[in-house]
């Protein structure tokens, strides 16, 4: 689920960006160091969207390094258990297969895929239905339903289902191609 | 506290989950002669006949070798059937266990052995009911959602073993396990390749539990799971049955051993060959029991006191309350009641009737009254009766020592021995714990001393033996 809201940090800034455009030089920082990174709590950090208000500067002693208190907007995604998400699928194995729904990964194992599909090993693993019909492979498209969420200080992972009613493949490259 | 539908429970419980354990360690390999599956269904069974039970005597009611029965309890222990407790002990600790067994169970057996035990550690245990509840009910549960969640494959995390080191992860682990070697998963620690946790049920039989055999197993848990309803059925009825019941509890040992010498204090007063040697034991491990009884023995005689020096018969002495041996130490007191007594002597009704008739004459409609009535009256009858024996004992025998060995008597000689004035304040042994406490208020003034002499001999004694 994606969330937009405020966080702040506190930036240090080398002297030798002191100057006319110092204030673009906090933000392109900021947006370096901060978007795609993920904490356990906010989740994955998406895009920053805007800058609430750059506090008062703190030059530290020794360094000449300043801190900057910057309160800025972002957009954050967290998975969340129950949730539904739709995935493209990076690889399979006779485990079951990983995909990831932009910056999170999900592991579907071989038990929470549908009992009429199976592992086909070969030059392109997949699971395929018995008639040929459906077929999950590295990047297939498939909908799936988060049933477990990992969420450590700097990762996310999230284990799912694709066995349950309308989860599963929503368009296959193989057949499209 | 009604324990046979609990024991039943136990009982149930005992056969469906744990007939085939056995009481020697896994480990170690089972021969044909040392194969002892079923002990602990015996074990259990013999625990819901008893209450706190030391684990030696528990051993050779069962003829069981201790090690064995210790294993099993430690087992059951760790099920959470049952409580134990050890305690480093004297031979005067373990007194206060079998003056509580004498007192539940009613025989005496291996107490003398008993006596030479100096500080040991003794184990005791007993069947926790409400827990026993508890975790059946758990088990129960457990055993039911396995099986659902396998059969509906719902949000089970699946998890993986190492088959060279044992260490397990679980799906969330995946990401970090996967080796971009072969695509499959490796062991962090090892490097050995993963395989699929095989603890389903159905799996077992049906082999590595490739995908295809995956339907199958459906079926078979379905049928596993019909099968495990109907078998634990009778579990399940008697879990419901007893499932408003107020759990049957013992407490802790301490505890127990507490009510039961107030149940065996309770019981001492009925003529019996033991009797004296009872008592005592029960008084010595808790001298405190004794001394609140004395206390309030000692207030409600001045309560007397002074309300009858005023000679203002504000409250009225109940009938029961009133004994020829107050009559006789304070003569002023006893003035009314002892005409009253003269007279109720050949009609009790009469007396009563007009003692409440001083005392409380708004409620005397009451049919509890009434009641009250009538059961002290039957009481002072009683009482009266026997007053009128031992005088005509007395006037017979001298003043010391009786000579006649009738049973109900023997107690009284007894008390003449400790002193001999209050011969008269004897009651009828048969009226309960209440009655108790008074007979014992009665005697304060003058057996107390020798009282203690005796509790103090007894101690003594202990302490030697």
């Given at each position: 689920m994606f969330f937009h809201i405020v966080l702040e940090r506190n930036m240090q800034l080398h002297p030798r960006h002191f100057g006319r455009d110092l204030r673009e030089k906090l933000v392109a920082k900021l947006m370096k160091d901060v978007e795609g990174t993920c904490s356990g709590r906010h989740g994955f950090v998406v895009a920053i969207t805007g800058i609430e208000n750059v506090g008062k500067g703190l030059i530290r002693d020794g360094t000449g390094f300043v801190t900057f208190p910057v309160k800025y907007q972002c957009v954050v995604f967290r998975p969340f258990k129950g949730e539904i998400l739709e995935a493209v699928v990076s690889m399979v194995n006779k485990m079951g297969f990983f995909a990831e729904a932009g910056p999170v990964q999900i592991f579907?194992?071989?038990?929470?895929?549908?009992?009429?599909?199976?592992?086909?090993?070969?030059?392109?693993?997949?699971?395929?239905?018995?008639?040929?019909?459906?077929?999950?492979?590295?990047?297939?498209?498939?909908?799936?339903?988060?049933?477990?969420?990992?969420?450590?200080?700097t990762e996310i992972f999230c284990i799912g289902t694709i066995k349950d009613d309308f989860l599963g493949v929503i368009s296959d490259p193989g057949t499209t191609s | 506290m009604s324990i046979e539908p609990f024991n039943k429970l136990v009982k149930l419980a005992a056969r469906a989950f744990y007939d085939d354990i056995s009481a020697k360690g896994d480990n170690q390999p089972k021969t044909g002669r040392s194969d002892n599956r079923g002990?602990?269904?015996?074990?259990?069974?013999?625990?819901?006949?008893?209450?706190?039970?030391?684990?030696?005597?528990?051993?050779?009611?069962?003829?069981?070798?201790?090690?064995?029965?210790?294993?099993?309890?430690?087992?059951?222990?760790?099920?959470?059937?049952?409580?134990?407790?050890?305690?480093?002990?004297?031979?005067?600790?373990?007194?206060?266990?079998?003056?509580?067994?004498?007192?539940?169970?009613?025989?005496?057996?291996?107490?003398?052995?008993?006596?030479?035990?100096?500080?040991?550690?003794?184990?005791?245990?007993?069947?926790?009911?409400?827990?026993?509840?508890?975790?059946?009910?758990?088990?129960?549960?457990?055993?039911?959602?396995?099986?659902?969640?396998?059969?509906?494959?719902?949000?089970?995390?699946?998890?993986?073993?190492?088959?060279?080191?044992?260490?397990?992860?679980?799906?969330?682990?995946?990401?970090?396990?996967?080796?971009?070697?072969?695509?499959?998963?490796?062991?962090?620690?090892?490097?050995?390749?993963?395989?699929?946790?095989?603890?389903?049920?159905?799996?077992?039989?049906?082999?590595?539990?490739?995908?295809?055999?995956?339907?199958?197993?459906?079926?078979?848990?379905?049928d596993l799971l019909q099968k495990m309803e109907a078998e634990l059925k009778p579990l399940t009825d008697q879990l419901s049955r007893v499932k408003d019941l107020e759990a049957p509890d013992y407490g802790t040992l301490q505890a127990w051993e507490l009510r039961a010498s107030v149940v065996a204090r309770g019981s001492n007063s009925d003529p019996s060959g033991n009797d004296s040697s009872r008592s005592g034991q029960g008084g010595t491990p808790m001298p405190f029991l004794g001394e609140t009884k004395v206390e309030v023995a000692f207030s409600g005689v001045e309560e007397k006191g002074e309300i009858k020096s005023e000679s203002a018969p504000m409250k009225v002495l109940p009938p029961w309350m009133i004994k020829e041996g107050m009559n006789l130490t304070n003569e002023q007191r006893g003035a009314v009641k002892q005409e009253s007594k003269m007279e109720g002597a050949s009609a009790s009704m009469d007396l009563k009737d007009e003692k409440k008739s001083i005392g409380h004459e708004d409620d005397a409609k009451n049919l509890q009254d009434e009641y009250v009535k009538a059961y002290y009256a039957a009481i002072l009858q009683r009482q009266k009766e026997q007053e009128e024996v031992i005088k005509r004992e007395q006037d017979l025998s001298t003043n010391s020592i009786l000579t006649d060995v009738d049973p109900s008597t023997s107690r009284k000689r007894q008390r003449e021995d400790d002193g001999e004035g209050d011969v008269e304040l004897e009651d009828t042994p048969t009226a309960g714990i209440l009655w108790e406490t008074f007979k014992v208020d009665l005697n304060v003034e003058a057996a107390e001393p020798s009282d203690d002499e005796g509790d103090d001999d007894d101690s003594i004694v202990w302490e030697e033996g």
């Open positions: 579907v194992s071989n038990h929470l895929i549908p009992d009429d599909m199976e592992f086909q090993s070969g030059d392109m693993p997949n699971y395929t239905t018995s008639d040929g019909s459906v077929k999950i492979q590295k990047d297939s498209e498939v909908r799936l339903k988060i049933i477990g969420t990992r969420v450590d200080a | 002990i602990a269904v015996v074990v259990l069974d013999a625990l819901t006949r008893r209450q706190w039970v030391r684990e030696e005597d528990l051993a050779k009611d069962l003829k069981l070798h201790l090690k064995q029965l210790r294993r099993t309890l430690r087992f059951f222990e760790e099920e959470k059937l049952v409580t134990r407790d050890h305690r480093k002990e004297t031979a005067k600790g373990a007194k206060a266990y079998s003056a509580a067994v004498a007192a539940t169970a009613d025989n005496l057996t291996g107490r003398e052995g008993e006596e030479k035990i100096k500080l040991h550690t003794h184990s005791y245990c007993c069947l926790d009911y409400a827990q026993i509840h508890d975790v059946v009910r758990y088990r129960l549960q457990r055993m039911r959602k396995k099986l659902k969640d396998e059969l509906d494959n719902k949000n089970t995390v699946q998890e993986y073993v190492c088959p060279k080191c044992g260490k397990r992860y679980n799906a969330l682990d995946a990401i970090r396990l996967i080796s971009f070697e072969d695509d499959s998963f490796h062991c962090e620690s090892c490097n050995t390749e993963l395989v699929a946790e095989s603890d389903k049920i159905a799996s077992q039989e049906i082999g590595d539990g490739d995908d295809n055999a995956r339907r199958r197993r459906r079926e078979k848990l379905r």
